[in-house]
């Protein structure tokens, strides 16, 4: 019936034209990123399907939602592909950029098509417990043949998911009058400044009383609540607000 029904078959070719195409359909994954504070973490940009036709290069944006959470110190493009490759800014860290990579060696043609690929490394610093967004977008995806296919290619964007830094290997020294404080949350900052292992507003007065003697003879880190570098009144706010 089909060959005696021209119609029908056009439409049959057609059909099984758009499943090859979906078969080998792009889309860039980078997997949620873990981090604790104060540390790094890696996390791949895989490319799922290399385009029919090959790539001949792409553009990536990349923002980090909330910036006083994490930010990026470092994209290592894969080595293997050879190629031009550049990173804006060009000066690390940042929350807020692009990396691009043009196929100058034609490593990545029809031949290639339908493989999946690992184009670059991202590496993301934790800055402060909590949750954020890694937005990734394409502005440039580009097949041989200059076949834009950016609007068709589904960039995932990762959670970043920032832990306590663990046990801080500052020590912290007690305070005159009382025990030595303790970081009772794991969080990497000494909450429980009279050590008697509860926090509360007696904390935030005792460091209200202390904090010129906290900036002289405590290691800032354990102390420095709104994480500016230094001790002073926006810690003592910044503590109080952690009461909840």
Same mark, same amino acid.
């Given at each position: 019936?089909?060959? &005696? ?10 059909? #099984?034209?758009?499943?090859? $195409?979906? %078969? ?6 980078? *997997? ?5 504070? *104060? $540390? ?16 001949? *290069? ?11 959470? %994490? ?6 493009? /894969? ?39 690992? #184009? ?9 417990? $909590?949750?954020?967004?890694? /937005? ?9 043949? /200059? ?11 990762? %959670? ?24 009772? =949350? ?7 400044? &009279?050590?008697?292992?509860?926090? /509360? ?8 009383? =202390? ?5 002289? =003879? ?9 994480? =500016? ?16």
């Amino acid at each position: 019936m089909t060959r &005696n029904n021209p119609f029908l078959f056009l439409l049959l070719i057609a059909g #099984l034209l758009l499943l090859a $195409g979906s %078969a080998t359909a792009s889309r860039i994954s980078i *997997g949620d990123i873990a981090v604790q504070k *104060g $540390g790094t973490a890696t996390v791949d940009v895989i490319l799922d399907a290399v385009p029919p036709k090959g790539l001949a *290069g792409y553009e990536i944006d990349v923002t980090i939602a909330d910036p006083t959470r %994490a930010r990026i110190t470092g994209v290592a493009f /894969n080595s293997s592909l050879g190629g031009l490759t550049d990173v804006e800014p060009t000066t690390y860290p940042f929350t807020k950029g692009y990396f691009q990579w043009a196929d100058t060696g034609e490593v990545l043609q029809a031949a290639q098509a339908g493989q999946t690929i690992r #184009l670059a490394t991202i590496t993301v610093e934790g800055l402060s417990s $909590g949750s954020t967004v890694l /937005n990734a977008g394409l502005s440039d995806f580009t097949s041989d043949g /200059n076949e834009l296919l950016s609007s068709a290619t589904p960039v995932s964007s990762p %959670a970043i998911i920032v832990t306590g830094a663990g046990t801080p290997t500052a020590i912290p020294v007690a305070l005159p009058g009382y025990p030595k404080p303790s970081d009772l =949350n794991n969080d990497g900052l000494c909450e429980d400044i &009279n050590g008697d292992g509860v926090f /509360n507003y007696s904390d935030v007065t005792i460091y209200f009383q =202390n904090w010129h003697w906290i900036e002289i =003879n405590e290691p800032v880190t354990l102390f420095d609540y709104d994480l =500016n570098g230094i001790i002073d009144f926006g810690d003592i706010v910044q503590m109080n607000q952690m009461r909840g």
